[in-house]
């Protein structure tokens, strides 16, 4: 049971790019998921979730940006990420919630991919 993050990589401003989240040993669909980030020296920041509904919730910080998605059929979260900013360099992570809403009690979390964005 894990969760395999992917899609990361070097990209210039303004640039964009889809993370995904893929889960495997169990189905996402009864579970929320959520997206995080971290940036050294910091404390891991959460930015947005989507229920098994497909209700989507989005920090203030990334609204407009950011766009989280979910296929069940491919057992696979996805985050959107547009207008990328440098101050958006960080290791992305995705976790499954304990709840098919947002509760923010995380349980299944992927080892992390890394976004850089730079010229």
């Known amino acids: 049971e894990q969760l395999v993050e992917s899609g990361g990589g070097l990209v210039q401003p303004g640039g964009s790019l889809r993370l995904s989240c893929e889960a495997s040993g169990f189905s996402l669909d009864y579970y929320a998921v959520g997206w995080f980030r971290q940036i050294p020296g910091k404390e891991r920041e959460g930015v947005a979730c989507?229920?098994?509904?497909?209700?989507?919730y989005y920090v203030d910080s990334v609204k407009g940006r950011f766009t989280i998605s979910r296929d069940d059929a491919k057992n696979t979260a996805y985050l959107q990420i547009d207008s990328l900013k440098p101050e958006d360099t960080a290791v992305y992570y995705c976790?499954?919630?304990?709840?098919?809403?947002?509760?923010?009690?995380?349980?299944?979390w992927g080892q992390g991919t890394q976004v850089t964005v730079s010229s």
């Open positions: 976790a499954t919630d304990r709840e098919t809403f947002c509760s923010g009690s995380y349980y299944y």
């Open positions: 989507i229920s098994t509904r497909g209700d989507p």
